[in-house]
Structure formats: structure tokens, C-alpha cells
T-cell receptor
């Protein structure tokens, strides 16, 4: 059965303190791995799609990487506005469905 | 360009009542999805559609029904509401499979 596990559940960082969020997955034939950001009371907002192991994508202070078993979302010198829940999702072979993890709730303090 | 819109924003139902959650997108996307999100949990797919007239079950379809008569609209019907259906419901759309999904603002439903 396809499964996505995110860690840690919650992360508190001082502004400027870099860290990484982990997304480990079990899926029959990974076609794509997605990262979304979700602010309280709002719908998820797309960040990245990674399609193959070794791929990396960057956007401002965020960098996503992918291996055959997991993905990392690296946050460099975070700011308070980066505070949100970060969701990881995978899509496997022969399906249009996304399987989501439970997310990492990030809080960045000034 | 409004993107994905959902109505209502909030609703309280009594056990056994029925209701329809509305979802409309103006991006001419073929793919549309309904998810539910329980506190501290990830999103669970309820139903999805790959085009007008075509729908399929997701992970948690029991207690729900959908229809897709137009490209723009994808309503979710709850029959005989139960407390277990208390959740936040998100509608999403995408232009194809394996690309980013655009999410609506959500409907917060409470069943008492």
C-alpha cells in the first residue's frame, strides 16, 4: 500500500536557523513527488514537483531534493513568514491519485 | 481569474441531514478532486474526475456522491450526514495528471 511519512511533526526555528524537513515514501513506481505549503485556514499551495531521484528544485529559501526512498525540503535562513504546514504527496504508477503525508508544522520565531 | 471557489465556507448539519458542497473552477481544467482534512491529518481523497461525465472513487468515498456534468463544476453530495463526516473539505483542480493541483479555500463542516 502506498504510504507517506513526514518528520518531524512540528519544528520550531529561530529566524535564520536553517533546517530540513523529511518525507519518506513507499509507493509502487514513483511518478512524482509534490511539496505543498498550507497556511492556517487556507487550502494548500503548490511549491515543487520532483519526478526522478537526484532531482533538485529551488524557490527563494526553499530547496527540495529527491532520492529513491525520501525527499527533503531544506529551508535556508528562514523568516517568520515561512511559518506554515508543509505537506508532501506522492503519485505512483497507473493512478491519478495523490497520497498525502500528515505534514510538518513549522514555526519560525524572530 | 478566481481559480477554484467553494461554497459554503462554513456549515453545521444535524445527523441525518443532507447537503451539497459546491466547487467551481474557471481555469478550464479537466481534472477535479475532492479531499477531506481532519485535524492534524493529511488530505484524504474522496472522489475525483478526469473530465465531464467521468468520476472515480478515492481513498474514502463512503457516505459521499459526486457528479460532473460540466468542466467547471464538481459538486460533492453528503447523504445522511454522520459525526464522522465533520471535517474540512477541499476541492482542487489540475490541467492534467502528475501536475500541480490548485486548491480552493475549503468548507468547514460540522455534523452534530
Amino acid at each position: 500500500e502506498d504510504q507517506v511519512t513526514q518528520s518531524p511533526e512540528a519544528l520550531r526555528l529561530q529566524e535564520g536557523e536553517s533546517s530540513s524537513l523529511n518525507c519518506s515514501y513507499t509507493v509502487s513506481g514513483l511518478r512524482g513527488l509534490f511539496w505543498y505549503r498550507q497556511d492556517p485556514g487556507k487550502g494548500p499551495e503548490f511549491l515543487f514537483t520532483l519526478y526522478s531521484a537526484g532531482e533538485e528544485k529551488e524557490k527563494e529559501r526553499l530547496k527540495a531534493t529527491l532520492t529513491k526512498k525520501e525527499s527533503f525540503l531544506h529551508i535556508t535562513a528562514p523568516k517568520p513568514e515561512d511559518s506554515a504546514t508543509y505537506l508532501c504527496a506522492v503519485q505512483g504508477d497507473y493512478t491519478d491519485k495523490l497520497i498525502f503525508g500528515t505534514g510538518t508544522r513549522l514555526q519560525v520565531f524572530p | 481569474n478566481a481559480g477554484v471557489t467553494q461554497t459554503p465556507k462554513f456549515r453545521i448539519l444535524k445527523i441525518g441531514q443532507s447537503m451539497t458542497l459546491q466547487c467551481t473552477q474557471d481555469m478550464n481544467h479537466n481534472y477535479m478532486y475532492w479531499y477531506r482534512q481532519d485535524p492534524g491529518m493529511g488530505l484524504k481523497l474522496i472522489y475525483y474526475s478526469v473530465g465531464a461525465g467521468i468520476t472515480d472513487k478515492g481513498e474514502v468515498p463512503n457516505g459521499y456522491n459526486v457528479s460532473r456534468s460540466t468542466t467547471e463544476d464538481f459538486p460533492l453530495r453528503l447523504e445522511l450526514a454522520a459525526p464522522s463526516q465533520t471535517s474540512v473539505y477541499f476541492c482542487a483542480s489540475s490541467s492534467a495528471s502528475l501536475v500541480e493541483q490548485f486548491f480552493g479555500p475549503g468548507t468547514r463542516l460540522t455534523v452534530l
